[in-house]
């Protein structure tokens, strides 16, 4: 299978971190996405949204939107709870993270990072005071769970650590939060970890 | 069950026309969301996010995130697909939903019928650009596709169509996203159909 992905995604990062953890083999394709390549006809086939990650299968099928690519690589496996009353809790936050985490640290972050916070202003101000409510929420729950379905380890860690480790570069000091920061030293300590975006510097991210 | 919800939600919505689809009895209350009832203790209980939907189980175990909600009440029923490709091309759907529709068209819509535009500003202009963004992603999907999934209706389907099928309230032509419009009409003939919070007035909205 193919990975398509941009080195900076802390969305396209949750499937690599999958991946590895999987044990799964993989072609890699970085889509410059600061150069426009997302937009390119050639990209837009595999995903009309414009998107990373895209993850093609060997039958030419492509995937789009993060979490429905961790739910497909990890189906049946040691990563996606096999409960169904815990396997709706898995989704639940899947679906917390796209709405309550990425949009809003993700975003915060991003803008910060490439220089855009005062063309934001007060949108800005916004999902920092609503990443911090949420960021509130997961320390709530990991203060009494280890992780966040049931104490194993899933697809929902994989996807809240992404963007939720990433806290500081936001300007939110994750050690408000110690639940959550402990939590991560977890995630951090799983078999066949590997690091994300936050190991990159702003300058690397916008040339690709 | 129990499903805690406003009126005025589309997403709370989505969970009605699939209750009222699948032919599930269940209680409702009202949380008047304009009134703080989402921010009591009694409902943080049940989703420390305080958001609607919430939907209660006999055994007193709480379920939140509307599309998470679907996927538990459809569960191993017509309205989710059972060929695991397809099960997938749901939930890519469904992340799109939360992604590229709810956050943009009905934050739009939202801001528009409650009187925010001029609080909101350029934000609102970026919303309703990228709203047409992901219509047309729709549109184009929908000109060749009965539904969202392989031409089954699904829980993906009911999903977009909640904020979908409003966007003339947000100052987007549904008429300007032919396939889209035709596929909200095809949304409409299904068994058991019912109508969602366009059929409400802002003022109605508002007051709960």
């Not at 426009?36 to 990373?52: A, I």
């Not at 280890?146 to 963007?163: G, R």
Request: contains cysteine; charged residues 20%.
């Amino acid at each position: 299978m193919r990975l398509y992905n941009y080195i900076g995604s802390a969305n396209g990062y949750k499937v690599e971190l999958a991946l590895a953890q999987l044990g799964v083999e993989y072609q890699r394709v970085e889509i410059a996405i600061f150069q426009g390549e997302g937009q390119r006809p050639e990209f837009l086939r595999r995903n009309p949204v414009g998107r990373v990650p895209v993850l093609e299968l060997d039958d030419g099928g492509c995937i789009a939107e993060s979490n429905a690519i961790l739910c497909h690589l990890a189906s049946g496996t040691h990563l996606i709870p096999a409960a169904p009353r815990d396997y709706t809790r898995m989704l639940s936050w899947l679906f917390f993270e796209q709405s309550e985490i990425e949009p809003v640290l993700g975003s915060a972050r991003f803008w910060i990072l490439t220089g855009r916070s005062a063309e934001r202003g007060a949108e800005l101000d916004r999902r920092l005071a609503w990443a911090r409510k949420s960021l509130a929420v997961l320390d709530q729950h990991l203060a009494k769970n280890a992780f966040l379905v049931e104490n194993q380890y899933s697809i929902a860690d994989i996807a809240m650590y992404a963007y939720g480790h990433l806290a500081d570069d936001a300007g939110i000091p994750l050690a408000e939060y110690p639940a959550v920061h402990a939590w991560c030293r977890r995630v951090e300590a799983q078999p066949r970890y590997i690091a994300g975006p936050g190991a990159y510097t702003a300058d690397a991210l916008l040339t690709g």
